[in-house]
């Protein structure tokens, strides 16, 4: 299937006029967490929230997983109401706070989490390895969560939300807790799954992020959506152009720049371009690490689990350029 | 379809027994009561023959107050932490219905209590027949239950050094199956240290009291588990404690005004009379208590299960799960 096959028009979620009032304990109205708001998130999209604390996100979510019930206004998930319990089998979430239940192991919680799907014992254990080897927790598949650093608990959250191999996934802060190479393969498996055509709605603080990752977001203050549109209509300067080329000697340079100043009228911006320091720091750690094999913690990964790679087999983690 | 819900109820409330017996509460509770009920017969003095009468309704009233703690800690550990903390809303973000999770919740922890309320019946019956003697403890029946409950615990210390295995859990497996080992033993040995037939010198009489409490525990239970969705400990274990006060004198209260008062008469109604579960008198002057009884008392507390697990559900369906 193409990328313009599998991302279609097809409105896996549609929220209209969605209002959410919380209430005190004898029923008075005592905050408006989500003031009437209304969007569409197409099958493959990857949908970003963003948004500062309180703004609403992570209540909006709520209302789409059916843990919270709107005040108001219209609620569509994969073509059904949130209350509908079989809408979930086809949803994966990750929470935005830590939940796991401490005593259980890794391989365990895992376990778990699938037996909650209609899944054979099989495919349950076939899941959790592949999931374990994806997360790179293989080595601490029998130690209880509740000994997890935050990343690792992070980790096994993330695997949980991917158990059933969901349609539609939704990541409360996903990158919280995570170090950088962490985060860069949760924004590769983001990749990954818009890739094979599931959608997946994501709410962070983390801009960069979202702006790696995301096709379209919504930007909510005070429970409203502030601004809304693909990454590229929000932020691109149309009005504006950037040239990249090799350094020139200082004649060519003076002579480029002469020619733009006569042709634009105006004085252009000069700089070099800049790595961001994600690239920096998976460059300097990819050297580190074929200098000196053992590591702690996390180990390696290796790469994404098979029931999740396009063609279902395993797939090696994407390095993006 | 029907498999998959029964797969999930039977994962959903064997990880919340699990969970329960994992948390140091409940370990500290149940050791305490079984301890307290196996030592009880040697504390004694003064009794004028009458230790076994005090071993008894001591061990049944520490059954029923026991089980009101520890179902209460349970319930809210079990419920309202997880909607707290997110557990909840984990599992509540998979096709898992409100009723099912609740009463998965509720079979989770009726199953640790059942098993509580059997480990206590036993000691019970051992620690009666302990102090069944005037001024003579009968150390055949007691040494194996003191001596295996400290083994027991003993034992869990030492699968958690060598294999990392959960203590609480362990120690709360162990000790139960210590008490059941104990019961066996002692009920092959009479007084005097002789072998004899198979529970001989036990008052099996006592054990329809203890299923009575029993069926009274798994009702505040589901009391709890109510009440645990939307409030936190210290107010879910005030009004289990109400209720069962209130419940204990109901018929003073409320039942000898019912025939006059609208009024006392639905309160005489709602709130379950726990006088009807607590028959140890009863067992005075060698007495035992019908089995027709206990099927009423069964039916009785089965109509309260049925209701407050109804309303339960019904207020947990349309609540909001904040976390």
Redesign the interface.
């Known amino acids: 299937m193409s990328d313009e096959e599998k991302k279609t028009d097809v409105a896996v979620l549609r929220a209209e006029n969605l209002t959410k009032i919380?209430r005190d304990f004898w029923r008075r109205p005592k905050v408006k967490a989500v003031d009437g708001i209304s969007f569409e998130i197409r099958r493959g999209e990857v949908f970003g929230v963003l948004g500062p604390n309180g703004s609403g996100k992570s209540t909006t979510l709520?209302m789409i997983?059916?843990?919270?019930?709107p005040t108001q206004g219209s609620l569509e998930v994969l073509g059904r109401s949130p209350k509908d319990?079989?809408a979930?089998?086809r949803?994966g979430?990750l929470?935005?706070?830590?939940?796991?239940?401490p005593?259980?192991t890794a391989e365990e919680t895992l376990k778990?989490?699938g037996?909650?799907?209609?899944l054979s014992d099989k495919e349950i254990r076939s899941r959790t390895d592949q999931l374990l080897e994806m997360i790179g927790l293989t080595h601490a598949r029998r130690r209880?969560v509740g000994e997890f650093s935050k990343g690792m608990a992070r980790r096994i959250?993330l695997a949980?939300a991917l158990v059933?191999d969901p349609d539609l996934v939704?990541l409360d802060e996903p990158t919280s807790g995570l170090d950088p190479l962490g985060c860069r393969q949760v924004k590769d498996l983001i990749q990954t799954l818009s890739d094979r055509g599931k959608t997946v709605l994501l709410s962070s603080h983390l801009l960069a992020d979202v702006e790696d990752v995301c096709d379209r977001i919504a930007i909510l203050y005070n429970g409203r959506i502030q601004a809304m549109g693909s990454i590229r209509d929000l932020l691109e300067e149309r009005h504006r152009v950037r040239l990249t080329f090799p350094e020139l000697g200082p004649e060519s340079m003076k002579a480029v720049l002469d020619n733009i100043r006569r042709i634009a009228g105006t004085e252009p911006d000069l700089d070099h371009p800049r790595k961001d320091l994600e690239r920096f720091f998976l460059d300097v750690v990819a050297e580190a690490r074929k200098q000196y094999e053992q590591h702690s913690g996390v180990s390696g990964s290796a790469g994404f689990a098979g029931f999740l790679s396009s063609d279902g087999t395993r797939e090696k983690h994407p390095s993006k350029e | 379809m029907m498999f998959?819900r029964i797969?999930?109820f039977t994962?959903?409330a064997g990880?919340t027994a699990?969970?329960t017996i994992?948390q140091p509460i409940c370990l500290l509770l149940t050791v305490t009561c079984i301890l307290f009920v196996a030592v009880l017969p040697l504390l004694l003095a003064h009794q004028l023959g009458e230790a076994g009468k005090m071993v008894r309704d001591s061990a049944f009233s520490l059954q029923f107050i026991g089980g009101l703690l520890i179902g209460s800690f349970a319930a809210c550990s079990s419920i309202s932490s997880e909607i707290r903390?997110?557990?909840a809303?984990?599992?509540?973000?998979?096709?898992?219905?409100r009723s099912l999770f609740f009463l998965a919740k509720f079979a989770g922890i009726s199953a640790v209590m059942i098993a509580l309320c059997t480990a206590m019946a036993l000691a019970c019956t051992i620690s009666t027949r302990t102090a069944s003697f005037a001024y003579r403890i009968d150390w055949w029946a007691a040494s194996p239950l003191i001596a295996l409950c400290i083994l027991a615990l003993f034992t869990a210390a030492l699968t958690n050094y060598f294999w990392n295995r959960?203590f609480a859990?362990d120690a709360f497996g162990f000790l139960i199956a210590a008490v059941i080992i104990a019961f066996v033993v002692s009920a092959f040995v009479g007084p005097d240290g002789k072998l004899t037939s198979f529970a001989a010198h036990y008052n099996l009489a006592l054990f329809p009291v203890s299923l009575l409490i029993t069926m009274a525990v798994l009702v505040l239970t589901a009391v709890a588990v109510s009440l645990a969705t939307r409030l936190h400990i210290v107010p879910t274990l005030s009004l289990c404690s109400a209720l069962l006060l209130v419940g204990l004198i109901s018929d003073y209260l409320f039942g000898r005004h019912a025939a006059d008062h609208a009024v006392a008469a639905f309160l005489y109604g709602i709130i379950p009379n726990w006088q009807h579960f607590w028959v140890v008198d009863a067992l005075n002057g060698g007495g035992s208590v019908p089995w027709i009884y206990i099927g009423w008392a069964g039916l009785y507390a089965l109509v309260y299960l049925t209701g407050v697990l109804a309303l339960g559900i019904a207020t947990f369906r349309?609540m909001?799960?904040?976390?």
């Open positions: 919380f709520k997983l059916g843990l919270l019930f319990v079989g979930k089998s949803i979430y929470p935005e706070e830590s939940y796991l239940y005593y259980l778990f989490y037996s909650l799907f209609k209880t959250g949980q059933n939704i | 998959s797969k999930q994962r959903l990880l699990i969970e994992r903390s997110g557990t809303a984990s599992i509540l973000s998979k096709p898992v219905s959960p859990s349309v909001d799960v904040r976390a």
